[in-house]
């Protein structure tokens, strides 16, 4: 069974920095397309970030502000986010699916196999 577990949201101010942190295991983060979403109240869900197994090709919506990084050796997967904005406010979800190619495509579809409970970020201006 897949788990993936989000952590290290919490409150930021306006321009500020944050990690959030998502844990799974050696075979999903070796073989499977990752991905960050994120959905703000009263909003769709929205991808953020991916990262391809195979050559750890990255993609980020925000390019310049967020950044996805993965450790093998810690089975972790990272989103950094820099010069955050109150519009950034949104739970966001770490997300995996077993296709090993084609991961950027997912952050548009949203159609991955598995999903996280969550780590909430909130930015204060």
């Known amino acids: 069974q897949v788990q993936l577990v989000e952590s290290g949201g919490g409150s930021v101010q306006a321009g500020g920095s944050l990690t959030i942190s998502c844990a799974t295991s050696?075979?999903?983060?070796?073989?499977?397309?990752m991905g960050w979403f994120r959905q703000a109240p009263g909003k769709q869900r929205e991808g953020v970030a991916s990262?391809?197994?195979?050559?750890?090709a990255t993609v980020a919506v925000a390019k310049g502000r967020f950044t996805i990084s993965r450790d093998n050796a810690k089975n972790m997967v990272y989103l950094q986010m820099n010069s955050l904005e109150p519009e950034d406010t949104a739970m966001y979800y770490c997300?995996?699916?077993?296709?090993?190619?084609?991961?950027?495509?997912?952050?548009?579809?949203?159609?991955?196999?598995?999903w996280g409970k969550g780590t909430l970020v909130t930015i204060s201006s």
């Open positions: 997300a995996a699916d077993q296709r090993q190619y084609g991961c950027s495509s997912l952050l548009i579809s949203g159609d991955m196999d598995f």
């Open positions: 990262i391809s197994p195979a050559d750890g």
């Open positions: 050696a075979y999903v983060i070796s073989s499977f397309c």
